[in-house]
């Protein structure tokens, strides 16, 4: 594993607990209850540069909805109402003064007894933000990424709570991510305990064959994904054109294998193309005309260049 220093610098203002501070400022104590079982839940959300210049984030209420439900899921009682919570990220987003960056909300049982059982614990809230370009790096968007399928499952509904973003649960992607970098590939698809194709890491994954495009039900151990949603829904406008249908179902690692195209959805890969599964050759090896189509829909979602969709975007007034 590369221990190469990676540089990360996060914007200078963070939400705490309902007050705008400096980044530097915030610390936690060391008895905070999910920094040692994981009980806490986050979000990962997108702010944009629209092409009139103004940022946006994209999304907003959906992923404040998704981690009330998180929370929710976890017994968590959240101290802040959901305006409260789209105010901070706007407010972290205005105050640092930044066009472009990925927002970090994060909702956790705090400081107080240590016991698994223990519910009397503070329940703290934070906004942090970074600027964040592709994930998969440049050269990934253009060409496309080599993914392995992960020797660890997905985890399953039956013993955790796959729909809801649970830090505890990310073990399981960073223990996937890690192997299949080891491995030399840029990403993992887990499958669940009946052998479909769920998910990547931290993606949801389309795969087209023969002019079907299929993605794994909400039933599957999957997140339900926003950037899932966002591309169903300008994939299904776009079928007729793109002469495509577009379907909700389960697949396995062999239908992946023969896939003309694949690509990955996610707030931080946003549509990243994949080249080759374990040595399969996806199409052509690089980005296919649906998935090419369907990355542009998406840019022009996201830069406020499609009308129909403005409601998805949450400008932030000058500063
Ligand atoms: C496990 C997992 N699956 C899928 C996704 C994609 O979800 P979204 O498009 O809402 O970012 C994410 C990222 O949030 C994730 O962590």
């Not at 040692?36 to 702010?47: A, Q, T």
Request: net charge neutral; glycine share 10%.
């Amino acid at each position: 594993m590369s221990k190469a220093p990676q540089s990360f610098q996060p914007l200078p203002k963070l939400w705490l607990d309902g007050q705008v501070i400096a980044t530097e400022q915030a610390t936690f104590h060391f008895f905070s209850h999910a920094l040692h079982y994981g009980v806490g839940v986050f979000e990962g959300v997108r702010c944009y540069t629209l092409d009139s210049g103004v940022p946006a984030i994209f999304r907003l209420k959906e992923h404040i909805r998704r981690l009330i439900d998180s929370a929710r899921m976890c017994l968590i009682e959240v101290p802040f109402t959901q305006q409260q919570l789209e105010d901070a990220c706007v407010a972290v987003v205005r105050e640092s003064r930044v066009d472009a960056c990925y927002l970090r909300p994060l909702i956790w049982i705090g400081e107080g007894p240590l016991g698994i059982g223990s519910t009397s614990n503070k329940i703290r809230a934070a906004v942090g933000s970074f600027p964040w370009g592709a994930y998969m790096g440049e050269e990934g968007l253009a060409k496309g990424i080599r993914c392995c399928i992960s020797s660890l499952s997905r985890i399953p509904q039956t013993s955790n709570l796959p729909k809801a973003k649970i830090c505890g649960q990310y073990v399981n992607s960073v223990l996937a991510k890690r192997a299949a970098q080891l491995a030399g590939y840029d990403e993992a698809l887990l499958l669940d305990h009946n052998g479909h194709v769920t998910e990547g890491t931290g993606e949801n994954i389309f795969m087209l064959r023969d002019g079907i495009l299929k993605t794994p039900p909400l039933s599957t151990s999957i997140l339900a994904g926003i950037t899932r949603a966002t591309l169903l829904e300008l994939a299904r406008e776009r079928a007729a054109k793109l002469g495509i249908t577009v379907v909700e179902t389960n697949f396995g690692r062999d239908e992946v294998y023969c896939a003309d195209e694949i690509f990955l959805t996610g707030t931080a890969a946003e549509v990243t193309p994949v080249r080759e599964v374990e040595g399969r050759t996806i199409g052509a090896g690089k980005p296919g005309p649906v998935t090419r189509e369907l990355m542009a829909a998406f840019q022009d979602v996201v830069r406020g260049r499609d009308a129909s969709k403005s409601h998805w975007l949450t400008p932030i007034a000058s500063r």
